[in-house]
């Protein structure tokens, strides 16, 4: 079975050819580009929105990409059930489109963050965390806007539904707010739809897939999806 990814492009993306260029050329899946004012996602298995300043962040970080003609095809897609991945500037594409809960504001510290980081897999039993070799992964995060943030009432539904997907945490799996880095509360990096078809992570797994890079542990969520899909 041949699984294709489809990799959006919006004016200001930074990070779509470094999405391409993980999923194509180190693990060697089928990935098409897909141009924001198209709406045909071209029989895709997988929708990954990559991070960048869709229309450089005017109004709200994502507020004008989720308005693009290709965002109406991307919530029918995930509506039916269809896989879909908001990294960094996507996640803030889906929480404007509703098709996940809450928001994501400044950093605590107003600051620019680019740094490696850890996460732990709170929830194992997902469309992108079931082939996990290990629960705890470093990889890189560089936002401004990465604070997540959502109303008690929304944040006791997250944690009762187990949509939490990765939370931050030390190397040794700590979570506590030293190792959160930008203040996210309950130190949440990703969280998934009520239907575990749609994932939002403010880290970058696409910058941790190239063994040159001597970082890899982001390859273990785009398998886990691949895996996934084949086992279908």
Same mark, same amino acid.
């Given at each position: 079975?041949? *699984?294709?990814?489809?990799?959006?492009?919006?004016?200001? +993306?930074?990070?779509?050819? =470094?999405? &391409? &260029?993980?999923?194509?050329?180190?693990?060697?899946? =089928?990935?098409? $580009?897909?141009?924001?004012?198209?709406?045909?996602?071209?029989?895709?298995?997988?929708?990954?929105?990559?991070?960048?300043?869709?229309? #450089?962040? &005017?109004?709200?970080?994502?507020?004008? !990409?989720?308005?693009?003609?290709?965002?109406?095809?991307?919530?029918?897609?995930?509506?039916?059930?269809? *896989?879909?991945?908001?990294? %960094?500037?996507?996640?803030?594409?889906?929480?404007?489109?509703?098709?996940? @809960?809450?928001?994501? *504001?400044?950093? +605590?510290?107003?600051?620019?963050?680019? /740094?490696?980081?850890?996460?732990?897999?709170?929830?194992?039993?997902?469309?992108?965390?079931?082939?996990?070799?290990?629960?705890?992964? /470093?990889? @890189?995060?560089?936002?401004?806007?990465?604070?997540? &943030? !959502?109303?008690?009432?929304?944040?006791?539904?997250?944690?009762?539904?187990?949509?939490?997907?990765? /939370?931050? %945490?030390?190397? =040794?799996?700590?979570?506590? =707010?030293? $190792?959160?880095?930008? #203040?996210?509360?309950? +130190?949440?990096?990703?969280?998934?739809?009520?239907?575990?078809?749609?994932?939002?992570?403010? @880290?970058?797994?696409?910058?941790?897939?190239? @063994?040159?890079?001597?970082?890899?542990?982001?390859?273990?969520? $785009?398998?886990?999806?691949?895996? $996934?899909? *084949?086992?279908?």
């Amino acid at each position: 079975m041949k *699984i294709k990814f489809g990799v959006i492009v919006f004016p200001g +993306s930074n990070c779509d050819h =470094d999405a &391409y &260029y993980s999923l194509r050329k180190v693990l060697n899946y =089928d990935v098409k $580009f897909l141009w924001h004012k198209d709406s045909d996602l071209s029989d895709c298995d997988v929708i990954v929105l990559p991070g960048g300043f869709s229309y #450089g962040d &005017y109004l709200r970080a994502g507020a004008i !990409a989720k308005l693009s003609p290709i965002m109406n095809s991307v919530i029918e897609f995930a509506e039916k059930g269809g *896989i879909v991945i908001g990294i %960094c500037n996507g996640f803030q594409v889906l929480v404007e489109t509703g098709l996940l @809960p809450g928001v994501l *504001i400044k950093n +605590s510290n107003l600051r620019f963050i680019c /740094k490696d980081v850890y996460i732990k897999a709170a929830n194992t039993n997902t469309i992108f965390t079931n082939g996990l070799s290990k629960n705890i992964l /470093k990889i @890189p995060i560089a936002h401004g806007e990465g604070n997540y &943030y !959502a109303e008690k009432e929304v944040i006791d539904n997250l944690v009762k539904n187990d949509q939490i997907v990765f /939370k931050y %945490c030390s190397e =040794d799996g700590l979570i506590s =707010d030293e $190792f959160n880095p930008n #203040g996210s509360i309950l +130190s949440i990096a990703g969280i998934q739809n009520i239907k575990g078809n749609v994932l939002g992570m403010m @880290p970058h797994p696409e910058r941790s897939c190239d @063994p040159s890079l001597f970082k890899t542990d982001g390859a273990q969520i $785009f398998n886990s999806v691949f895996n $996934f899909l *084949i086992s279908r």
